[in-house]
Every structure is written in structure tokens, then in C-alpha cells.
């Protein structure tokens, strides 16, 4: 099955600063890439997810840059505020796309200071 | 926005005892899942579901949990004769063309 690492485990940044989260994964027929943020006491919230077929995709602040041939895929948050100080989590669904089960990373607890 | 709604938000068994923990999907997704997350570690897979029937599980899904989706609105989960190591977060999803909606979980707590 799918194996997903995702690092760092914890990351403190200054306000205005950038974050930068990375994961792997194992399977190269994985096509799908989410990743997901969880505040305190709630669900896991799809932040921005990227397929296979292209190498970047950006949302205002967040970005997700893929590199299929190294299997890896990482999460790049810029002017970083209170707001986004949270748990992200990685997960890929392998090789069975988008409608089957997800494996997460372990997440990383980002803190931004003020 | 459409939302996937857990209910309780809490719930506190004694060890031994039957729970059942609820969810509503998004009204026009067709699969829906239980993930499981113990305090402070990673969420994991536990079963999915479409068509009226499990499509996957993993192997923490044994004898003891079942899933069901009685009418057209409810996905539950049910856990016969609950254990400690049971206390975790339970969250259901659905996927529909944007993917994953999760519910904001249930917070189980076995004593």
C-alpha cells in the first residue's frame, strides 16, 4: 500500500515569513496530492490539492509544487499570519485516484509567532 | 458550502459498552468513509463505502466495528463492546468531484 512521510513535525515561523512543508510517497502511480489543514477540535479542511499531470498550482498564499519522478510534493505557505498556525497534513490515495481511501503523513504543527 | 455532519460531538462510553456514531454526507456524493485519528497522531483509513456496501478496510476495521447507511441520509459507524485503545477522534467523509469533505468528528472516549 501507499506510504506517506511528511516533514518537518513541528515549524515555527514569524509572521510575514514563509513555511514550507514536504512529503513522499511511494507509490508512482499515485495522481492525486491534497493537503489538508485541521485546527484545534475540527476535521480535516482540504486547503489545496494538485494532480499528477501538472508541477505547481497556486491559491492566493498557498502553493504545491509536485516532482513525480522523485515522488515528493510540497506545501509552500508565504506571508505567513496567526491564522494559518494549525496542523497540515499530507496524504496521497495511491494508486486508486481520488474516490478511495487517503494515507496521511504524520502532519506538522505549524506555528507562526507574532 | 455544503457540509458532512457528525453527531455527538462527544460521546463517553464505559468500556464494554455498544456506540454508535453518526454522520450525514453531502447529499449527492456516493462514497463515504470512516477515518480514525488517536490523540496527536495521524488519521487513518478504517472503511469505505458505496453502493450500499464496504468497498475497503483497513485492518484495524475487524469483527468488532460495522458501518451502515439505514436510509437515504445517515452513514453510521458501530462499535460492539468497546475497548480503551477505542478513545479517538472519528471522522466521516464523502468525495464527490472536488473530493474530500470531512465532518468535524466525534471525540469518543472509552473509560
Known amino acids: 500500500g501507499e506510504n506517506v512521510e511528511q516533514h518537518p513535525s513541528t515549524l515555527s515561523v514569524q509572521e510575514g515569513d514563509s513555511a514550507v512543508i514536504k512529503c513522499t510517497y511511494s507509490d508512482s502511480a499515485s495522481n492525486y496530492f491534497p493537503w489538508y489543514k485541521q485546527e484545534l477540535g475540527k476535521g480535516p479542511q482540504l486547503i489545496i490539492d494538485?494532480?499528477?499531470?501538472?508541477g505547481e498550482k497556486k491559491d492566493q498564499r498557498i502553493a504545491v509544487t509536485l516532482n513525480k519522478t522523485a515522488k515528493h510534493f510540497s506545501l509552500h505557505i508565504t506571508e505567513t499570519q496567526p491564522e494559518d498556525s494549525a496542523v497540515y497534513f499530507c496524504?496521497?490515495?495511491?494508486?486508486?485516484?481520488?474516490?478511495?481511501?487517503?494515507?496521511f503523513g504524520t502532519g506538522t504543527r505549524l506555528q507562526v509567532t507574532l | 458550502e455544503p457540509e458532512v455532519t457528525q453527531t455527538p460531538s462527544h460521546q463517553v462510553t464505559q468500556m464494554g459498552q455498544e456506540v454508535i456514531l453518526r454522520c450525514v454526507p453531502i447529499?449527492?456524493?456516493?462514497?463515504f468513509y470512516w477515518y480514525r485519528q488517536i490523540l496527536g497522531q495521524k488519521v487513518e483509513f478504517l472503511v469505505s463505502?458505496?453502493?450500499?456496501?464496504?468497498?475497503?478496510k483497513s485492518e484495524i476495521f475487524d469483527d468488532q466495528f460495522s458501518v451502515e447507511r439505514p436510509d437515504g441520509s445517515n452513514f453510521t459507524l458501530k462499535i460492539r463492546s468497546t475497548k480503551l485503545e477505542d478513545s479517538a477522534m472519528y471522522f466521516c467523509?464523502?468525495?464527490?468531484?472536488?473530493?474530500?469533505?470531512f465532518g468535524s468528528g466525534t471525540r469518543l472516549t472509552v473509560v
Open positions: 494538485i494532480r499528477s499531470n501538472v
Open positions: 496524504a496521497s490515495p495511491g494508486n486508486t485516484g481520488t474516490a478511495s481511501k487517503l494515507t
Open positions: 467523509a464523502s468525495t464527490g468531484l472536488k473530493g474530500y469533505t
Open positions: 447529499s449527492n456524493h456516493l462514497y
Open positions: 463505502f458505496y453502493n450500499n456496501e464496504i468497498s475497503e
